[in-house]
C-alpha cells in the first residue's frame, strides 16, 4: 500500500537550515500534487508549501523567500529546503500528496506521520 514517510528534522539554531525530504513507496499511478504542512499545539495545520507534478510552485508568505519544495526527477520523493529559520517554524512538519492509484480510479489524500522541527534561539 502506498506509504509517506517523513524525514530530516531535528534541532536547529535560528538562522540555520535543514532539509525535509518525503519519500513515497507502494503502488500507484500518478502524484498529482505533493504538500508540506506544518502544526504546532493549538495552532490549525497550515499549509506551508505546494508542488504540481508540472512544477508549478506555491509557498505560505511566512515562509517566502526562504524555504523552496522540490521533487525529484521520478516525482516520487519531494524535498523541503529551509533556510534562515526562526523559532516560529517549530513545528511538526507533515508531508501529504495526492495520488492516483490506477487508471480509472480518482486520485487519494496520502499523509506522512510528520517529522518535529525545533528551532531554538
Known amino acids: 500500500q502506498v506509504q509517506l514517510v517523513e524525514s530530516g528534522g531535528g534541532l536547529v539554531q535560528a538562522g540555520g537550515s535543514l532539509r525535509l525530504s518525503c519519500a513515497t513507496s507502494g503502488s500507484f499511478l500518478w502524484i498529482n500534487v505533493m504538500r508540506w504542512y506544518r502544526q504546532v499545539p493549538g495552532k490549525q495545520r497550515e499549509l506551508v508549501a505546494v508542488i504540481t507534478s508540472g512544477g508549478t510552485t506555491n509557498y505560505a508568505d511566512s515562509v517566502k523567500g526562504r524555504f523552496t519544495i522540490a521533487r525529484d526527477n521520478a516525482g516520487n520523493t519531494v524535498y523541503l529546503q529551509m533556510n534562515s529559520l526562526k523559532p516560529e517554524d517549530t513545528a511538526v512538519y507533515y508531508c501529504?500528496?495526492?495520488?492516483?492509484?490506477?487508471?480509472?480510479?480518482?486520485?487519494?489524500?496520502?499523509w506522512g506521520k510528520g517529522t518535529l522541527v525545533t528551532v531554538s534561539s
Open positions: 501529504n500528496a495526492d495520488i492516483r492509484l490506477s487508471f480509472g480510479g480518482s486520485a487519494m489524500d496520502y
